[in-house]
């Protein structure tokens, strides 16, 4: 008995809320992509996952800067994730300016470390090209500072150092800016969705308020608690005939044209006639 006194209009409203609602959620939660998830760490583990994942917006791009030292020039090329030259795996490479152009793996994001602070991430790619005659002839790796600059989203790759004047642990040293590793912050809400939040409060206070006010004070009882019963099933018939005009094609309802014309044309003439009588 009580659930088929409900008023339909009602229904759709709620009905075209929770849709309202559903759709903005999936506007916000449609931007996630993983393609940190490329690089293998040496040991996983979810902190570091988490740290590498803030890199996210600089993947699929070639960072790369020339660096020239007495006579030899190379090409230096990073990618987050991704292959930077033609060896399959390298996420560093150096680029001899020769004739074969050769390329010197200077580490692997298939070996990849992510350490991160508050306002910066190192990246260390490991187990690149071994050195000839340096560093006890290990593998070469390559150490990535970026730093948070809100200025620059993708800053451009510097070459800080080569360090192999050493037993072990030789490594290649690079800098890079970026906002992607800059802390959040306090307020990173967008101007929609505070309106969204301050929307929903105001509706949540005035249905709380209006609905103790009928009750405590006037004193209705059922569904006239609600505030402003009589305006909102209103408004609710609106919106439902709107819905019906804008949606439906074709409708059992509908009237056929002719019958229309037929029905208005005694009421205008009328009026012609009149218009005809009054200048004289
Ligand atoms: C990056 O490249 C990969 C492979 O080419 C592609 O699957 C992915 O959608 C790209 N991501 C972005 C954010 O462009
Ligand atoms: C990197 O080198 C270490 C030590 O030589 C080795 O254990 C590891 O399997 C290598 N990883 C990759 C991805 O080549």
Redesign the pocket.
Known sequence: MKVSMFPPPTVTSVRLLVLAVQLVLLVCGSQA?D?TKRCKLFSESPAERKVLSLL?PL??KTFSEVKTSGKDSYTYQFQVC?DAGKTVGAGLVQIEHNEEKSETVLGLYTATRAIGGSDWVMLIYSNGTKYDTHCSKEMRKAIVMISCNRGVEMGKLEVVLEERERETDCFYLFELDSSAVCPALPSQLSAGSIILIIGFVLLSVYLICGFLYQRLIVGAKGLQQFPNYVFWTQVGNLAADGCNFVCRTQGPEEEPPTYRGVSTEPEEQPEERDDHLLPM
Do not use: L, P, V
Request: proline letters at 0%; zero cysteines.
């Open positions: 992509s393609d996210e993947t699929n991704g």
